[in-house]
T-cell receptor, first 118, second 118 residues
Framework: AQKVTQAQTEISVVEKEDVTLDCVYETRDTTYYLFWYKQPPSGELVFLIRRNSFDEQNEISGRYSWNFQKSTSSFNFTITASQVVDSAVYFCALSGKRYGGSQGNLIFGKGTKLSVKP | DAGITQSPRYKITETGRQVTLMCHQT?????MFWYRQDLGHGLRLIYY???????DKGEVPDGYVVSRSKTENFPLTLESATRSQTSVYFC?????????????????FGAGTRLSVL
């Protein structure tokens, strides 16, 4: 079965602190994709990044970086020098070939609520 | 560019009533999805559609009906609403691809519909 675990339910930091959001996944597929989405207080879901199972290179985009480690089935997300605007719920998601007969749907973790205080 | 729009944004209804949530996308994406978001559960797939006139169940389909007569529209109907269907509903779409590649597609989400069943 496919599963995504985000063990951190809520994290609170002070502005300019670095923060890492953990994501651990389970899948039997050899080819799969991992995603991060951001849900700000306004409620919409915003795509942040996609990573395929064959590419273990870390990725950096401005203050955001992602560390994918296949050996530990983890795809962690770090925000450097956090800002108040980073306050949101962050979801990690997994896409595999099949889930209960469907294809291409996302299996979401339960999300981590990040609060960045000024 | 309108992208993907959901209507209504907010809906209050009573137990036993039929409710239809609308989803419209302007990208001509083949795949469309309905998720529900509940505290403690993250997002869970209700139904998905691979193309017009092709739909299939997700993780939590009971009590819901979908149709897809046109590529751009994917309405979700609650035939007889129950209190347990109080939730935030998200529609998503992803681009066309060969079936074997669908797992890699980025899903783009609508703004959500907040439904309360009294």
């Amino acid at each position: 079965a496919q599963k995504v675990t985000q063990a951190q339910t809520e994290i609170s930091v002070v502005e300019k602190e670095d923060v890492t959001l953990d994501c651990v996944y389970e899948t039997r597929d050899t080819t799969y994709y991992l995603f991060w989405y951001k849900q700000p207080p306004s409620g919409e879901l915003v795509f942040l990044i996609r990573r395929n199972s064959f590419d273990e290179q870390n990725e950096i985009s401005g203050r955001y970086s992602w560390n994918f480690q296949k050996s530990t089935s983890s795809f962690n997300f770090t925000i450097t020098a956090s800002q108040v605007v980073d306050s949101a719920v962050y979801f990690c998601a997994l896409s595999g070939k099949r889930y209960g007969g469907s294809q291409g749907n996302l299996i979401f973790g339960k999300g981590t609520k990040l609060s960045v205080k000024p | 560019d309108a992208g993907i729009t959901q209507s209504p944004r907010y809906k209050i209804t009573e137990t036993g009533r039929q409710v239809t949530l609308m989803c419209h996308q302007t990208w001509s994406h083949s795949y469309m999805f309905w998720y529900r978001q509940d505290l403690g559960h993250g997002l869970r797939l209700i139904y998905y559609s691979a193309a017009a006139d092709i739909t299939d169940k997700g993780e939590v389909p009971d009590g819901y009906v979908v149709s897809r007569s046109k590529t751009e529209n994917f309405p979700l109907t609650l035939e007889s609403a129950t209190r347990s269907q109080t939730s935030v509903y998200f529609c998503a779409s992803s681009e066309s691809s060969f079936a074997a590649q669908v797992a890699k597609n980025i899903q783009y989400f609508g703004a959500g519909t907040r439904l309360s069943v009294l």
